[in-house]
Structure formats: C-alpha cells, structure tokens
C-alpha cells in the first residue's frame, strides 16, 4: 500500500466522520433521522463502538488466529466493572476507569495464560468456558452485585454533565469515535510491529516460529491481553453511548458469535473490513427492527413478513450466504471490484 | 516405449504441498500383469505420487486405468474401479477387530476370504483382536489382505517392508509375488533386494520427476548406475 | 439419604438429557470434523414441533405428548439431513467455513423461531402420572426423571448396538478414526455424514421433548443453554465416542446436582470450570483421533 493511501484515507475517513454531527442530512431509509438528531447519532455512536469491537476481535481471530468463544467476558467486564462501581460502591469516574483499567490487563493476563496452554478448538472451549463461568457468575447476582437477569442501572453522578443527556449526544458520538481510531491505531501498531509481524508467521506456521527459537506463546498472550484491553475499553464506551446499564446480553457466548460474524461479514484479517463489518452489522441490527414496523414489510404475506420482523435472522442468513458465497467477506469483496 | 496394453498411465502429475512443488510432472506407464516398482530417494515423491493417483492430494494432471481418466472421480470412486491401496503406515482402523477391518474393505458379492486366510493364517486366528494390538507385521498383513479381499485388477503397495524383521520381509515379499499373480502391482519399495525378487519393470522419481524407466533387471544389474540414481549400494537395509 | 437419592436421580435425568444432546455432537465432530454449532436450534425445534403438533392433535396430554414427540423425532432427523445435505456438504474441504456456516445458521434459525412463536414459554403437555412422584428410599422422585434416564438408555443400547452390528455402524466407527483410509478403500462416506447427521438431529430432538418434560415449558433459548452443557460433556468424555459420552454426561448431571445443592447455586460454575480443567489437562481429547 502506498504510504500515502497509508496515512491519508484514515485521516480522511476521520474527518468525515467527526464532521458528521455537523450535518443537518437526511438520510432515507438507512436513518430515521437527520445526521445531527439525537436519534441518529446515538445509533452511529453505537455503530462505531461496534467497529471498534470487532476490529479488537479481529485481531484475536483474523489476525493473530485465535478462534475465541469467549470475547465477551472481556467486554462484559468493562460493562459490569464500571457500572458496579460507579452505582454500587459509588466511586468517581476517574478511579473506577484507572480500576477498570488494572483489572482489564490482569484479568486476560491470566485467563489468557491459561487458555493459551492449549489451541485450536480446544482453545475456543476454554474461552468459551470462562465466559460462561463469567455469565453464570453475573446471572446468580452475588450479593446484589450484578442484578442478575434484570441488569443494572447506571448511576449518573459520576459521569461528567457533557456526557450525559439527550442534547450531548454528539459528545458521545465523539468519544465512540475517538474509541474507534484507539483501537484502529493500536490494532495497526500491533500488526506493523515486529512482535505482530511475529505473530503474523505464528499464524502461517507456528513450528516455524518456534525452530526459530521464539516462543509464540508470548506472543499470543500480548495479542490477547491488548484486544482483551481494547474490548473492555469497548465496553466503557458502550454503557456510556448506551445510557442504560449493564445488561446479561453482553456476558452471552451469543455475543462473541455475532462479534465473530462481524468480523467474517467484513473480512477476517483485514482491519478496514471488521470496521465495516462491525458498523454494518449493528446498522442493520437496529435498523432491521425499525423497518419491520414499516408498512412496506408488513404488507408482504405473512411467510415472509414473520422472518424478516427478526434482524438476527436476516443477519444469520447473509453470514449463510456470504460464507458460503464471499468468503473474504465484504473486504474480499471489495479487492476483487477495485481491482 | 509406450507399449499400447499399458494399464495405468500417469501423464504430467504435478502436485503442490504446502510451498513445494513435489510432483513437477510426473508421467509414466505401467504395463499389465507383474510388478512394477517406482523407486527413488527418501522424500522424492514416491508416496505422494500413489495418493495423488487415488486423488488424496490435490493433483493436477492425467491419471487414466484401461483408458478411463480418474481425475475427474473422487477417491471413492476411482478405488471402486478396482485399485486396492496398502499405505504407506498401513493405516488399520486401530479400535476395529482384525475381522472388522476386513469387512469394511468388502466392496461387492464374493470377498476372497479364503485366499486371504490362506496367504495370511495367522489374520483368521487373530480374527476378533483389536487391530490397535496387533505388531507391525501382524498390521501390515491386515493391510495387504485389505487390499486383496477383492479382485482388484490393480494394487498400489506402499513400503510393505518399511520396519519389518527379515523374516517378515520375505513373508510379505512372498504374498506380493502371489498378489501379481492375480492383479497389476505398482509398488513402492525401498528394499532393493524385494524388488530384485517381484518386480519386473521399475520407474525411478528425482527432483520431482521420472528419471529412468525400464527393466528391472536391467537397472539392478547395473550397481554404478543404482548408486547414482539412488544414492544406495543395490543391497537391501 | 433421601436428599441424595432425589438428587442422584435428579442427576441422571439430566444427564440423560446432556447424553441425547451431547451424543450427535460427539458423533459429528469425530466423524466429520464438525463443531455444530447449530446443534442446539435442532434440539429447539425438535421441541417446538413436538409442542405445535400436540395443539394440534386432541385426546388427553400423553397422547398429545406422543404424537408430539414422534413429529418433533421426525422434525429434528429430517432438519439435520437437510443441513447437511444443502450446507455442510458443499464446504466439504473447507473445516473453518463449515463451523461458521453453523454459527449463521444457530443465529438464524433460533431468530426465526423467536419470530414465529414469539420469547414467552409456551406450555409443554405433560400426563399427570409424568409429575407425579414415586417414593423411592424415602425421596419423592418426580415420575419424568425415570422417562427421560430411560429414554437415554434406550438410545445408548440403540447407538450401541447400531454402532457396534451394522455395516453404516462399522463405517461410522472406521471413519472417526480415519475418515481419509476410508474413502481410500472405496466406500463414500458422504452418505455417512448426513446419516450421522440425521441421528444427531434426531436424539437433539428427543432430548428437546424431554427438556420440555423436564421443565414443564419450551422456549427459544432453551437449545443454546444446553448446547453448552453440551459441548462440556463431548469435551470430557471424548469426540466420537458414544460411551464416553454417556459417562460424561453423567458425570456432568451429578457434579451439577450435587453442588448446586450443597453449595446453593454455584453447580453450573462448577461445571464450566471442570471442563476448563479437562481442556487443559488433556487437550488431545479434543483432537478428532487421526488427522483427517
């Protein structure tokens, strides 16, 4: 790629983005919405959390190789963490998010080192298992703590006044953003840094690596804790865009699989296409649900109307189709037009 | 050279592994009847070449029985043509009995149980042992009766000797001899006193591609140029 | 002691359900390299066919039950081949796009049927002798538990036997071995497949009928929630091995029972965390056994 597509089109793709608030547009269909309603920039704020998810999850699975069911422990503990403490124990902003950061880098440093120990599927189950212990463990709401199956609300005094509120939803929008090119940027160092080109060889031959003399666990444990790390920032940004609380939703192993049909929706690997993939996937799932109230949907026959008033489904059948049809996802799709 | 009965003919195999190119245009013939033996280095290509035959590999390339073209078949139903295979790690189904592994190999009506019981006595009194028990001479019959249980006009065998006791060699060497009484043999061997013993024809592989094909005797009988083709002395390991 | 036998009894009922589930999980991946993640969506609508054809059929709730299940049975095998017929089938070289054509494909469907039928629990019909109770050592045992570790055995026999004296049997257990060797000797095992697929979907179901017995109601999440229990009894007790299966899954039912009673909750924890222990102790259980 040539150094100045390199630097300019995610500076570019920035400016138009933080821009967009600015904006009074319609657009038809896509958004309910003017750009700078309220309404419309929450759900892109939402859409820009997501990207920056499962770029995080990318870097685990498309990039470094690591098949994880167990994503959303990290994200869930962003969730949690910061709610519990800001509502339960009543603590200020700026603690809890030095806390949240500590636990965030410890935590997936030793569930990371051991999971680690093992790979391949076997892997992928033993992340699955502790998200689930992760699950279960908010869902018997020890001590009050986690409010169970009902979730948690959040308690807003800590939060500073610019973020809170229906007119400083830009200011969410914003940070959502600022999350978004975190991740983006940290996600590229990773990649371009010697340990990524690192574990870019892990990932096409890892005996290769190791007869080298570098051990890939390292490695695999530093990719882990940062999209880990990043996750769980994503998590923060999450409740905060969100308003509304910790929910169980996010402790799901449901989560993690619509995290990885994100990523494969995009393009695993790919950087720009678990963006895009993230992005789509929540526009589509929020949207989907809206347009189904639409009379255009409720006047096809009942076969079609019942399926298509579910955006999950929808969503399900084009990961179906694009596995099956588009294997390099929505990124492989676009190369292949450019070219 | 290209005798018109050639049973099988392999023209321009290539076959990619990974980054290598292993078969870098393999072709060559094998006559009906008797044992031909494809000889070669370690790791020239010799086992690759059999399972790109049976399409185990991705191959691109002819491979055609009788005239018939088997690269368009899938494996199941290139074998179902009539080739028996004896891998190269004879691959038994360990947790199957001895009986068991035989039955799976059964394709049509009249399995030939008593040539096999016959060549190989000791598979009928081992017939309810788990194959996983078994030696590895004991393995390697199962193998070979596999591949006989029915008439199969063709038999790919590959290193049926590799880590056998002497005494095994020449028990296996023996049923090979019985075997191309009945079937085409193309076989993979290391042990060149086994293939002084059954094979009439050889083709040697180097580099990824066939550098000489012709009698046997006439290669085996010719130590300097066994030494420079295949890097031994002409005797068996 | 009649705390213990109502649990230890309560224990093997669901076990027997983890062993329905947890059996065409084990067959699929040791044969097919499969991990379905679709496996739960079978088991819900196995149950959901079983609850829609008993609206639909009169007479009291063990016949409505009955007819049910055989459809729901039926569902389940007929959905399975399907899959595999129209999905799995055609990535057939291609591991990763299988696994994640069953994710899509777990997403979609458990939308779809949320779509139809809608979040709430819909009432399973359950014969009065089913929630009776028999006094057994002086615990009262609710009568399904029998049913369901009964149902469980049969299919055990049933697997076993099909397993162990059928040639579709003989190929099956060759090819969890080495499903390469097997194409090699002539047989194809595609038909295989969506045979076992089939199976799979099948005892999915009945344990999906169960479930609603056991529980009283259906939902559409109650698949997902087990598949995971699930996959933790494939884990433990081996890929492709049906009587490891059975032994896990009993395992798992018990160490369940027993510490969610003596430690008031905390029994699925201990579950998860048994098989992060296993997984890591003995990875290569894992490992389809020889590499296909």
Request: proline residues 4%; charged residues 15%; neutral net charge.
């Amino acid at each position: 790629m040539s150094r100045v597509r390199y630097a300019l089109v995610p500076v570019a793709l920035l400016a138009v983005f933080a821009l967009l608030p600015q904006l009074s547009v319609d657009v038809p269909v896509v958004f309910g919405g003017p750009l700078d309603s309220p309404g419309t920039l929450g759900l892109l704020a939402l859409c820009l959390v997501f990207a920056g998810v499962a770029l995080t999850y990318d870097l685990l699975f498309g990039f470094t190789g690591l098949l994880s069911f167990g994503h959303a422990l990290y994200f869930a503990l962003g969730v949690y963490l910061t709610t519990i403490a800001l509502t339960k124990w009543e603590w200020g902003l700026v603690p809890t998010l030095l806390v949240v950061a500590v636990v965030a880098i410890l935590v997936p440093l030793l569930l990371g080192a051991i999971s680690l120990r093992v790979g391949g599927i076997a892997f992928a189950m033993v992340t699955l298992a502790f998200a689930q212990a992760g699950q279960v463990l908010v869902q018997k709401n020890p001590r009050s703590l986690t409010g169970g199956e009902e979730g948690l609300g959040l308690n807003y005094d800590a939060i500073p006044d610019a973020l809170v509120g229906v007119l400083n939803t830009k200011h969410l929008y914003w940070l959502a953003l600022a999350y978004t090119a975190v991740v983006f940027l940290a996600v590229r160092w990773a990649v371009n840094s010697s340990p990524g080109r690192v574990l870019q060889a892990i990932r096409e031959n890892e005996q290769r690596v190791e007869v080298i003399g570098l051990q890939p666990f390292r490695f695999k444990l530093l990719a882990f804790v940062l999209a880990s790390f990043l996750a769980t920032a994503g998590g923060v940004v999450w409740l905060l865009v969100l308003g509304t609380g910790a929910s169980p939703q996010v402790t799901t192993a449901n989560f993690t699989l619509t995290l990885l049909v994100m990523v494969v929706i995009g393009g695993a690997g790919t950087r720009y296409g678990a963006l895009l993939g993230g992005f789509l996937y929540t526009l589509l799932d929020q949207r989907l649900g809206s347009l189904a109230g639409s009379t255009r949907i409720e006047d096809l026959p009942t076969v079609l109307s019942t399926p298509l008033s579910e955006p999950l489904f929808i969503l399900g059948t084009l990961f179906v189709l694009l596995v099956f049809f588009v294997p390099g996802g929505l990124a492989g799709l676009g190369r292949r037009v450019l070219r | 050279m290209s005798a018109p009965e050639a049973l099988i003919r392999v023209d321009d195999l290539h076959v990619h592994l990974g980054q290598s190119h292993i078969l870098q245009g393999v072709s060559f013939e094998v006559p009906e009847g008797g044992v031909t033996a494809l000889l070669g280095r370690n790791g020239v290509g010799k086992t690759t070449t059999l399972r790109a035959m049976l399409g185990l590999v991705p191959r691109r390339g002819s491979v055609t029985l009788a005239g018939e073209e088997l690269t368009r078949l899938p494996t199941h139903a290139i074998v179902r043509r009539g080739i028996g295979y004896v891998p190269e790690d004879r691959d038994v189904f360990a947790g199957l009995t001895v009986e068991e592994n035989l039955r799976v190999a059964e394709r049509n009506g009249s399995p030939r149980y008593e040539l096999v019981h016959e060549l190989f006595p000791e598979l009928k009194a081992r017939a309810s042992q788990r194959a996983g028990t078994l030696s590895g001479g004991q393995q390697q019959m199962v193998a070979i009766a596999r591949a006989l249980l029915n008439d199969n006009p063709v038999l790919l065998v590959d290193e049926p000797t590799k880590g056998l006791a002497p005494l095994l060699v020449t028990e296996v060497a023996a049923a090979l001899e019985r075997a191309a009484e009945l079937a085409t043999v193309l076989l993979v061997e290391q042990n060149l006193a086994v293939v002084a013993r059954v094979a009439q024809q050889v083709v040697v592989v180097d580099g990824g591609r066939v550098v000489h094909a012709g009698a046997a005797a006439e290669l085996l009988g010719d130590p300097a140029r066994v030494r420079s083709l295949l890097g031994v002395h002409g005797s068996s390991h | 002691m009649s705390t213990f036998v109502l649990l230890t009894i309560t224990g093997l009922g669901l076990g027997a359900m983890y062993f329905l589930i947890a059996s065409g999980l084990s067959l699929i991946y040791g044969l097919m390299g499969v991990l379905n993640f679709a496996h739960g969506a079978l088991l819900t609508a196995g149950a959901y066919a079983t609850w829609w054809m008993s609206t639909h059929v009169g007479g009291g709730p063990g016949t409505k039950l009955l007819a049910g299940a055989v459809f729901g049975i039926a569902v389940g095998a007929a959905l399975a081949a399907l899959i595999e017929l129209v999905l799995i089938r055609p990535l057939y070289r291609r591991p990763v796009e299988q696994v994640l054509v069953t994710v899509g494909l777990a997403l979609a469907l458990g939308a779809l049927i949320e779509a139809i039928w809608g979040f709430d629990a819909r009432p399973f019909p359950v014969p009065a002798w089913l929630i009776d109770t028999t006094s057994v050592l002086g615990a009262s045992i609710p009568n399904d538990r029998f049913v369901e570790i009964a149902a469980a055995a049969l299919v055990l026999a049933g697997l076993t036997g099909f397993l162990r004296f059928t040639r579709y049997g003989l190929i099956i257990r060759a090819g969890v071995e080495n499903r390469a060797m097997v194409t090699a000797l002539g047989i194809d095992v595609r038909r295989a497949f969506t045979l076992v697929f089939a199976l799979g979907g099948a005892a999915a179901a009945l344990a999906g009928v169960l479930s609603g017995v056991y529980y009283g109601v259906v939902d559409p999440t109650r698949g997902t929630s087990l598949l995971i229990f699930a996959f933790i009894v494939v884990v433990i007790g081996g890929f492709g091995s049906i009587g490891g299966t059975a032994v896990a899954a009993v395992a798992v039912g018990l160490l369940q029972q027993y510490t969610n009673y003596y430690s008031s909750g905390l029994g699925d924890l201990a579950v998860v965390l048994l098989l992060a222990i296993v997984l890591l102790l003995r990875p290569e259980g894992l490992s389809p056994k020889v590499a296909h």
